[in-house]
């Protein structure tokens, strides 16, 4: 059974840091470009950024450019969302993708081999 788990979530105060893992199970996750995404209730989900199979191209939106980090650990099986700078916009609860391709090309609209449950990301004072 295919599946993606994330984790690291939780309550962090404006400025603060997060790192969110997604950890894969029953497949290789080294083959698959992974995506992270957010939403809000109300909203659609956007793309947050994306990392290709090998690790060495990465995407980012505009919004999080700067400010968040995505990183793959292949021989872990695990993909991370080093997010700094936390804003209150960045509440969300964050997904992680894999995508059915090494490559990040239109992530946002991705076709993925998986999805993870997701995590509350949740920015307040």
């Known amino acids: 059974q295919l599946q993606l788990v994330e984790s690291g979530g939780g309550l962090v105060q404006p400025g603060g840091s997060l790192r969110l893992s997604c950890a894969a199970s029953?497949?290789?996750?080294?083959?698959?470009?992974v995506g992270w995404f957010r939403q809000v209730p109300g909203k659609e989900r956007e793309g947050v950024s994306c990392?290709?199979?090998?690790?060495?191209?990465?995407n980012y939106a505009d919004f999080v450019k700067g400010r968040f980090t995505v990183s793959r650990d292949n021989a872990k099986n695990t993909v991370y969302l080093q997010m700094n700078s936390l804003k209150p916009e960045d509440t969300a609860v964050y997904y992680c993708a894999a995508k059915d391709s090494p490559y990040c090309s239109d992530y946002v609209r991705m076709k993925a081999r998986a999805w993870g449950q997701g995590t509350q990301v949740t920015v307040s004072s």
């Open positions: 990392i290709s199979g090998s690790g060495r191209k990465t």
């Open positions: 029953g497949f290789t996750l080294d083959y698959y470009a």
